[in-house]
């Protein structure tokens, strides 16, 4: 089902409408969630109170961005505010116990660049994960921030700096270590 097909289906309240928009979007909100919130019980509030959100405003959707843009726009503010509310705590997400011993090192360079996410701004880590995880680009990252498209490129280009110095602190770090 095309997002066109389920749109016209959810703003006529039909089930199959709201399901085909969440089974199709519910994941990569809740990705960019967990990213921006660190914390799986967060994310699953900020997801579900973004859901709830765009299905009562399904009527405001003009179109004018790609639904999926429009969806991170409602889950960002959510993320926000669940924020403000205090519930962002550190979670343990992943544990290199829970992998095959040929997965490790993936896993090793998976927890180390969330290590180093995880010490950004909210803002910084989510331009960076919308940009890189989600392959959105600056103007539809743009739409969901409320900046335009050259002040995203400058915020992008700055969060990667802020990354790269926090990731060569890391290496030299464990080069210390050893």
Not at 7 to 28: K, M, Q, V
Not at 132 to 150: A, P, Q, T, V
Request: glycine share 6%; charged share 30%.
């Amino acid at each position: 089902m095309t997002d066109e097909e389920a749109l016209f289906l959810a703003r006529r309240g039909r089930p199959e409408g709201f399901r085909a928009i969440y089974l199709s979007y519910g994941s990569y909100l809740f990705t960019l969630a967990i990213r921006m919130l660190r914390n799986r019980e967060a994310a699953e509030d900020a997801t579900q109170e973004a859901f709830a959100a765009a299905f009562r405003s399904l009527d405001d959707f003009r179109g004018d961005a790609r639904l999926k843009t429009w969806l991170y726009t409602i889950l960002y503010r959510a993320a926000l505010k669940v924020q403000e509310k205090g519930k962002n705590e550190i979670p343990s997400e992943v544990s290199a116990m829970d992998v095959p011993e040929s997965g490790h090192s993936q896993v090793e360079d998976q927890m180390a660049v969330k290590g180093v996410l995880e010490k950004l701004e909210t803002r910084d880590r989510a331009v960076l994960v919308m940009s890189y995880w989600d392959d959105l680009s600056c103007r539809e990252i743009g739409e969901i921030l409320g900046f335009n498209e050259n002040h995203v490129k400058v915020l992008l280009f700055r969060a990667r700096e802020r990354f790269a110095r926090l990731w060569k602190a890391q290496e030299n770090l464990g080069r210390g270590n050893t």
